[in-house]
């Protein structure tokens, strides 16, 4: 059984103590090859490493040229948004580089705002035509902010390839992101105690736009919560994933991996 992990971020690391909302830069690459080791011990093949910024964006791109295991992608995060203007040459240039398999994540966070929201539907829409004009798959981030997505979505048109990464939604806006032709990649949250409108979403997915994330170094699944996430925790998505759907956990880690395969390996 393998595994490949649509979305995680080997060049942070969490912080203790921090809720899971601060990262910190790893200084080596010890750390990153540690947990890549891991996670192919777990039967974890693949792992995409998403930029949200300039420089994890470059990092990103970096542990793709160093470790085989790992690809990127370059973009802004909602936010990061604020921080189109100085970035985004750089940004689009660093979309050409190996190993780049997507643009993003972008999209909206209004639950944080740490960009003004006029700022992060800029970014937005710039990355957008990026994915758009370089044939890469899109990856969104979507926080309260359910209008506002699909607003851009259906005024910008949907890029062929396009993710909504940790999917949180319910089956209605799963039934929405679906009926424009998104995949919805669902992350450690399927498996918490409180999730049971995102597990009605995950049972309504097609097998076909189901993916699978660690999200790491954030949202580790049960088993795991209070622990530091990495992609070596795939299996348990994948585990919780299968339980929300009521299938095998072969079914969903064949799935997955195809639908990965063809997103950002097309």
């Not at 690459?29 to 994890?56: H, K, Y």
């Not at 997507?102 to 003004?116: N, V, W």
């Not at 981030?141 to 396009?162: I, K, M, N, Q, Y």
């Not at 990495?230 to 991996?257: I, K, M, N, Q, Y």
Request: proline share 5%; hydrophobic share 45%.
């Amino acid at each position: 059984m393998t595994w490949i992990d649509s979305h995680c971020h080997l060049q942070f690391e969490e912080r203790a103590g921090d809720g899971g909302d601060s990262v910190a830069r790893r200084s080596d690459d010890s750390l990153a090859a540690e947990a890549i080791a891991r996670a192919v011990g777990a039967g974890v093949e693949r792992m995409v490493c998403i930029g949200t910024d300039l420089a994890t964006s470059r990092e990103a791109v970096r542990l793709a040229a160093v470790f085989p295991e790992v690809w990127a992608t370059v973009g802004l995060h909602p936010h990061d948004a604020s921080k189109l203007a100085a970035e985004w040459s750089e940004l689009v240039e660093l979309a050409g580089a190996d190993r780049v398999v997507g643009i993003g994540e972008c999209g909206f966070d209004l639950y944080y705002r740490h960009s003004e929201p006029d700022a992060q539907e800029k970014a937005f829409r710039a990355q957008l035509g990026l994915a758009r004009d370089r044939g890469l798959p899109l990856v969104i981030h979507s926080r309260d902010a359910w209008a506002e997505t699909f607003g851009v979505l259906e005024t910008d048109g949907v890029p062929d390839r396009t993710v909504f990464h940790c999917f949180t939604g319910g089956p209605a806006e799963a039934e929405r992101a679906l009926a424009v032709g998104c995949w919805l990649s669902y992350s450690g949250i399927v498996s918490f105690k409180t999730a049971d409108d995102l597990r009605a979403a995950a049972a309504i997915t097609p097998s076909d736009r189901l993916l699978v994330e660690t999200d790491a170094p954030f949202l580790a699944p049960v088993p795991h919560r209070g622990k530091t996430n990495e992609p070596a925790f795939l299996p348990a998505v994948g585990a919780a994933l299968a339980a929300a759907r009521r299938e095998s956990v072969d079914e969903v880690a064949a799935a997955t991996r195809a639908n990965a395969l063809a997103v950002f390996w097309a």
